[in-house]
């Protein structure tokens, strides 16, 4: 079933944050339906640094890709503002459709952008963006390679034009919203009603962000179609990491942390490491006939 069709059925998507392959075939192999490829995650973890706009269109394409080398799981690519203009939007949405994205998203910040739960955002005129949807919608080779638009203007000028700016953006053709920052249960009933059911909203839980933490289940009876966790694992593995570092320089050895470890053995299966032995034999048998 392609995403687009799943979001026409009855439930919530619940879609983790993946930075890499291992943390996507980690999550496939959990059974969520959608994964979520936060360029924030990628920031945090390739390059140790903040989400601030420093990451490269190349750089999420290549992780893109390496990802759906190893998952089948449907894709939702975090864009940021197409990495440019309305031309640089076209190319974004070409080069990470083909590396496998099935739904990409654009967001309307200035270069360089920030995460959405920063303050001091600034962003483009809703024609400007406008016109990159738009250009995106006109790119994709394929009505199944959906394009989302998100609006960071709740933290700029003020839920009303946010809404003004989501519904524009749906007249220029996108396919999902994202109003990014809400500050309250009562400011998401207000966004949900003012779409009205035009497209599906997605809402994204940071843990320490502005909006507040709701359980899949309770976005689901708001209205929301999608829910992202985009930057838990990061925060989950960066506290776990600490903890692990400490002990081992502590203790000298990994013994202590050893229930909250993989051993050898456990990690090849997750890995698939005898398939792909498998595999190698097969084809090294194949070459000895010739």
Do not use: W
């Not at 360029?39 to 759906?68: C, F, K, N, Q």
């Not at 920063?118 to 949807?133: F, H, N, Q, R, Y």
């Not at 034009?161 to 990014?180: C, I, P, Q, S, T």
């Not at 502590?250 to 053995?265: P, W, Y």
């Amino acid at each position: 079933m392609t995403l687009r069709a799943r979001l026409k059925q009855p439930g919530i998507i619940l879609a983790p944050g993946v930075y890499d392959p291992l943390s996507a075939l980690l999550a496939e192999r959990a059974g969520f339906e959608a994964l979520y490829l936060s360029g924030a995650s990628i920031a945090y973890t390739r390059h140790g640094g903040p989400d601030l706009g420093l990451l490269t269109m190349t750089e999420v394409a290549d992780t893109l890709g390496l990802i759906r080398e190893r998952v089948k799981v449907p894709l939702i690519v975090d864009a940021d503002t197409g990495f440019g203009n309305a031309l640089n939007v076209m190319r974004t949405v070409r080069l990470f459709e083909r590396a496998g994205a099935t739904a990409i998203q654009i967001e309307d910040q200035t270069l360089p952008k920030r995460c959405g739960h920063l303050d001091g955002k600034t962003l483009v005129s809703p024609d400007e963006m406008a016109g990159k949807i738009k250009a995106a919608v006109d790119a994709r080779n394929s009505a199944d390679t959906l394009i989302m638009a998100r609006t960071d203007a709740v933290a700029v000028e003020g839920l009303d034009a946010a809404l003004a700016r989501a519904e524009r953006y749906l007249d220029a053709g996108a396919d999902m919203l994202f109003v990014e920052a809400l500050r309250s249960d009562e400011q998401m009933k207000t966004a949900l009603s003012r779409v009205n059911g035009r497209a599906p909203m997605l809402a994204n839980m940071v843990e320490g962000g502005k909006t507040p933490l709701f359980s899949a289940r309770e976005l689901e009876a708001l209205g929301y179609k999608i829910v992202i966790f985009p930057g838990g694992l990061v925060r989950a593995l960066t506290r776990t990491a600490t903890d692990y570092f400490q002990t081992l320089r502590q203790t000298g050895s990994t013994n202590a942390f050893r229930d909250r470890m993989l051993d050898f053995d456990e990690l090849n299966e997750v890995l698939g490491t005898q398939k792909y032995l498998a595999l190698g034999k097969h084809y090294d048998s194949e070459a000895g006939k010739k």
